[in-house]
């Protein structure tokens, strides 16, 4: 029998996605299109593979076990699998067609829509990816200032002016390297020591899981104005998740260029680059961005769905209500336990995490456990609680009892040193993100 999510679980019979993985490895290297969902972030022969369906905020494997998805797609899913609402816009669409010769109406219905919720729309773009839109600023910033230096801090997707600056660098010439740096979050120093007049641009995540100090944020933009650089929000996390007009809405900033994906259109590929009008201008020209399927018209009716049923819904400030919910018990729980010195939750109630802090050793390795228990129970679980309007509280009540349960085995096993013998699958590989301290720019240079 497929387990369904229940304390008392014996271990999921995984076959057929195991039997799948190995089969897909003879023609495909690697297996998964999007890092985050592969096998080095779900430990591989305690975790499920391939999964089939979802409903709500469950999911179902191919060997039909059920789970509390605490992950929503990693960000797209705001409202949950299969929405009644959402499904009938794509159906609706898909009647009239898919991809068509001219642009679609839809493109400036959603363009309007966004204009009037994103605080710096003067004028936007529609494409397909968070690393589309994130390129296409970098460039656009460049053309408009003249300029050639990027920094950045945090993730902006696989391009190359980005990823050259990872330990993932290969395939990517010198010259391209040496023209992005990064600097320390909540660090204006480290800003301010890597500014120069050839920085075209800063280009930031708004946070990650800590919050940005006091002032933080409008003190970055106020550098980048003084500097004659560009300010560039990557709200991909932040966007109609945070705040319906994401971060800058939130934080009250003026950001010269945003860029926005996963959570406008519950699940359909869809992004969006929003800026001051006279910037986005140079599209029409100078600067190209353009791509097939930019147009595409089932995520521009499953977006103005998600916008729709977000307004009417009130699903910002319930998503926010739900993850502190979360937040505020597992902490609780935490302390109640006396693990304090070990975990910590942490992070905007829209997207917590578990933090594993330095003390308790190796944290990959009692991640992957409590990952392998908490799969056992029926939670789909990556460190990270990146909420849903369909996780209730009771979903939340039952993920705080297999956490107390997950929690108290680790710290169990950690102390009696048998980590490593009680786990089932292979130990898990970090997260590939790193946000601060690395190529950060040489002090020859500034
Ligand atoms: C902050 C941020 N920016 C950019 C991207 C890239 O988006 P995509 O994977 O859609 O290209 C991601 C993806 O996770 C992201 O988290």
């Not at 460039?139 to 003249?146: D, I, K, N, Q, S």
């Not at 395939?171 to 600097?183: A, D, M, S, Y």
């Not at 860029?259 to 599209?283: D, H, W």
């Not at 009892?401 to 089932?424: M, P």
Request: hydrophobic fraction near 40%; aromatic fraction near 10%.
């Amino acid at each position: 029998m497929p387990n369904t999510p229940d304390l008392n679980n014996p271990y999921p019979c995984l076959d057929k996605s195991l039997a799948l993985l190995a089969h897909a490895r003879s023609f495909m290297t690697p297996v998964s299109q999007t890092l985050a969902k592969g096998p080095g972030q779900y430990s591989e022969g305690a975790s499920p593979v391939y999964l089939e369906r979802g409903e709500g905020c469950r999911v179902w494997d191919i060997d039909g076990n059920e789970y509390i998805d605490l992950n929503a797609a990693i960000g797209p899913l705001s409202l949950g699998y299969n929405v009644p609402e959402i499904n009938q816009a794509i159906q609706a669409q898909l009647q009239k067609g898919i991809t068509f010769s001219l642009p679609h109406r839809l493109e400036a219905e959603l363009a309007e829509r966004i204009h009037h919720i994103i605080p710096n729309a003067e004028a936007v773009r529609i494409s397909k990816s968070g690393a589309d839109v994130c390129s296409a600023a970098v460039r656009v910033a460049r053309a408009y200032t003249g300029r050639k230096k990027v920094l950045c801090c945090g993730y902006h997707g696989w391009h190359d002016w980005y990823i050259s600056v990872t330990s993932r660098s290969a395939g990517i010439p010198e010259e391209v390297r040496n023209l992005t740096f990064t600097f320390d979050y909540n660090n204006l120093a480290s800003l301010e020591n890597a500014l120069d007049s050839d920085v075209a641009c800063v280009i930031m995540e708004p946070f990650v899981f800590d919050p940005p100090h006091e002032g933080y944020l409008q003190k970055v933009q106020e550098l980048c104005r003084q500097n004659g650089s560009l300010f560039i929000l990557d709200e991909m996390w932040t966007g109609f998740r945070l705040a319906l007009g994401g971060a800058q809405e939130y934080f009250g900033l003026r950001p010269d260029l945003a860029t926005y994906s996963k959570a406008v259109a519950n699940g359909m590929p869809i992004a969006l680059l929003t800026g001051r009008r006279e910037i986005l201008q140079l599209f029409e020209e100078d600067v190209f961005f353009f791509t097939t399927f930019g147009g595409e018209a089932l995520s521009l009716a499953a977006a103005l769905a998600t916008l729709d049923y977000m307004v009417q819904n009130n699903v910002i400030a319930r998503i926010a209500e739900t993850g502190a919910y979360i937040k505020n018990r597992l902490n609780t729980l935490i302390q109640e336990l006396g693990f304090d010195k070990y975990f910590v939750c942490k992070g905007f109630p829209c997207r917590t995490t578990l933090h594993i802090h330095p003390e308790a050793g190796d944290a990959l390795l009692l991640k992957t456990y409590i990952q392998q228990e908490m799969i056992r129970m029926g939670v789909l679980w990556q460190g990270n609680h990146n909420i849903m309007l369909a996780h209730t509280t009771d979903d939340l009540d039952f993920v705080l009892s297999a956490y107390q349960i997950a929690l108290t085995g680790a710290i169990q096993h950690l102390r009696e040193g048998t980590l490593q013998k009680a786990l089932r699958g292979k130990k898990l590989e970090p997260v590939f993100r790193k946000v601060d301290n690395f190529n950060m720019k040489p002090a020859a240079s500034r």
